[in-house]
């Protein structure tokens, strides 16, 4: 009993070390990040309000801004991100608030990849939703879209140029990037996407070059609350099709359409799940939309999937997946 009783403890002094450890681990990233955001302003006119920022000295940010007003749209040498997109990101609310209120203009883009500080408040992790309201409140576009990337080093002998693929897509609204492979980020995007939608009036049915929307992302990453969100509660579109990119690494491809009903097609729950209660709501939806799901194909690819997870009953399975 007693050695029950010093185990016990010692179990919780361990839990108890162990969180101050993460804890500090997590000031230790926060000083890092910070000092890291300065670094990059170096040799910039933007230096002297990065420091002031990243460490939320509001009185001194708006001297600069009332002084040099220009400085705070200097971008890192880096990562080209002015020093609200920091201030979003690394969530100095006082800084950003700050910036805002000295006149900055919340749709800002870096010139590389064309980002918005809401852009960066989206793709956050936690499903916080402060610098989204607060960048809405002076006025952020949800609809705004990301710009393709061609560097000057990129461009070739002949003249042509080759994309820098990255995870800018041209087009690419905010909305866009909360659908993710990613499953911590899948707990708190539905609530940001509620959000863009119902309060800022984000377009879910907005395209990026390629033809894909927030919806077909979802679809084709299998982030099922993310797909039944936008689609059965919001209506999205799922008719039109998608295309991948033309050229992957300076390789040529044919540009042939993609339809949602085929991404929809390559989910596979037990048939007896909360999750395929959710497919059949979405299978629904396609069908009011005028797409038949039950009349289209399964991909072979698929179908083996399907043989080697039900063997005894595969055709059963196939016939109402």
């Known amino acids: 009993m007693e050695r029950d009783k010093i185990m016990k403890k010692r179990i919780i002094s361990m839990s108890i070390i162990f969180i101050f450890f993460l804890q500090a681990c997590s000031v230790i990233d926060d000083l890092y990040l910070v000092q890291n955001a300065i670094d990059n302003f170096k040799g910039t006119q933007g230096y002297e309000i990065a420091k002031a920022v990243m460490h939320e000295n509001v009185p001194k940010i708006k001297e600069i801004c009332m002084e040099n007003s220009g400085a705070m749209y200097v971008e890192d040498n880096e ?7 920091w201030a979003v990101g690394l969530k100095k609310f006082k800084s950003v608030k700050a910036l805002l209120e000295a006149g900055m203009n919340p749709n800002v883009q ?28 002076y006025g952020a576009d ?8 061609i560097l000057p080093d990129m461009i070739q002998a002949d003249g042509r140029s080759t994309p820098v693929f990255s995870s800018f897509i041209d087009g690419q609204t905010p909305l866009m990037t909360l659908p993710t492979l990613y499953i911590p980020a899948k707990k708190a995007n539905p609530a940001k996407a509620k959000f863009l939608i119902e309060k800022a ?56 359409p993609q339809y949602p009903v085929y991404a929809l097609r390559e989910w596979l729950y037990p048939l007896d799940s909360p999750e395929y209660k959710k497919k059949m709501d979405i299978v629904k939806e396609f069908e009011k939309q005028g797409v038949d ?3 289209t194909s399964i991909p072979d690819s698929i179908l083996t999937k399907i043989r080697d997870l039900y ?8 016939e109402k997946y």
């Open 201 to 256: 009036h984000a377009d879910i049915n907005k395209k990026d070059i390629n033809g894909s929307t927030a919806a077909i992302r979802a679809l084709r990453f299998s982030d099922i609350d993310m797909a039944y969100y936008l689609i059965v509660e919001c209506k999205a579109t799922v008719t039109d099709p998608y295309y991948f990119p033309e050229s992957v690494r300076g390789r040529e491809r044919k540009k042939i």
């Open 79 to 85: 990562y080209h991100y002015t020093v609200l997109h």
């Open 311 to 318: 063997p005894d009953n595969w055709k059963e399975y196939s």
């Open 110 to 137: 870096s010139s590389v990849g064309g980002e918005t500080p809401l852009f960066i408040a989206t793709k956050n992790e936690d499903v916080d939703i402060t610098f989204l309201k607060l960048l809405l409140d």
């Open 142 to 149: 949800p609809n705004i879209g990301t710009t393709a990337v």
């Open 293 to 295: 799901y039950w009349n």
